[in-house]
Antibody, heavy 125, light 108 residues
C-alpha cells in the first residue's frame, strides 16, 4: 500500500527549533516530488515548497522562502520540514503530499494524489 | 496565479445537486484539480485535469471548464459529501501552485 506517514504532534515554545518528517512507503519515493502544505486553524491550504528527493532539488513558495527549510533523505524515503526559530503564527497542521502526473481521457494534470495524515504543530509560551 | 472559489459556503440537502465554481486570475488550461477535505482529515484528490475522476471517486462528482473558469458539480448529494472543497491550479512552476480559499458544503 502506498502511504506517507508523518511524525507526531508537537508542542513547542516560541524561539525553539523543530524538524518534522514524512516517510513514504509502497512506491519509489525518490522519483516523486514531495510538497509541504500548511493549514492554519480554520483556514485553507497553502503550498510551502516542494522537493525532488532524488537530487534534493527544492523550491519554495515566496511566502515561505527563508522561513523554513525542506530537505529529504532518499535512503530513508523521508522528507523533512524544519524551523530554526518557531513563532506563534507557525501554529498549524502541516501536510506532506506526493506530486504525480495523471492522464485519463481528455483530462491531465500534475496533482497531489497521496497525502500524509498531517502533523499538528502548536507554538505557545 | 490567484484562485477564487464561490460560494465560500453553501447549505444543501441530501439528494440535491450543487455546483461550486473556481476562477483563475489567468489561464491555467486544464491544469485544475479539486480536493475534498473532511474535518480532521487530509485532503483527498477528487478531480484532476479539470474533468477526470481518479479511480474510486464516485461518478456523482463531475468537473468542467478550461482556461480561467471551472466548476465542480455533485449530483445527488450523499451524507458523506458534506465537507470542504478546494480547487488547485498546477499550471505554474511547482512551488507556485495555488489553492482556492475553499468552499464549505454544509447540511441544510
Amino acid at each position: 500500500e502506498e502511504q506517507l506517514v508523518q511524525s507526531g504532534a508537537e508542542v513547542k515554545k516560541p524561539g525553539e527549533s523543530l524538524k518534522i518528517s514524512c516517510k513514504g512507503s509502497g512506491y519509489s519515493f525518490s522519483n516523486y516530488r514531495i510538497a509541504w502544505v500548511r493549514q492554519m486553524p480554520g483556514r485553507g491550504l497553502e503550498l510551502m515548497g516542494i522537493i525532488y528527493p532524488e537530487d534534493s532539488d527544492t523550491s519554495y513558495s515566496p511566502s515561505f522562502q527563508g522561513q523554513v527549510t525542506i530537505s529529504a533523505d532518499k535512503s530513508l524515503s523521508t522528507a523533512y520540514l524544519q524551523w530554526s526559530s518557531l513563532e506563534a503564527t507557525d501554529t498549524a497542521v502541516y501536510y506532506c503530499a506526493r506530486r504525480t502526473y495523471m492522464s485519463k481521457g481528455v483530462g491531465h494534470s500534475h496533482n497531489f494524489d497521496l497525502w500524509g495524515q498531517g502533523t499538528r504543530v502548536t507554538v505557545s509560551s | 496565479i490567484q484562485m477564487t472559489q464561490s460560494p465560500s459556503s453553501l447549505s444543501a440537502s441530501v439528494g440535491d445537486r450543487v455546483t461550486i465554481t473556481c476562477r483563475a486570475s489567468q489561464s491555467v488550461s486544464i491544469s485544475l484539480n479539486w480536493y475534498q477535505q473532511k474535518p480532521g482529515q487530509a485532503p483527498k484528490l477528487l478531480i484532476f485535469g479539470a474533468s477526470s475522476l481518479p479511480i474510486g471517486v464516485p461518478s456523482r462528482f463531475s468537473g468542467s471548464g478550461s482556461g480561467t473558469d471551472f466548476t465542480l458539480t455533485v449530483t445527488g448529494l450523499q451524507p458523506e459529501d458534506f465537507a470542504t472543497y478546494y480547487c488547485q491550479q498546477t499550471s505554474s512552476a511547482p512551488a507556485m501552485y495555488t489553492f482556492g480559499q475553499g468552499t464549505i458544503l454544509e447540511i441544510k
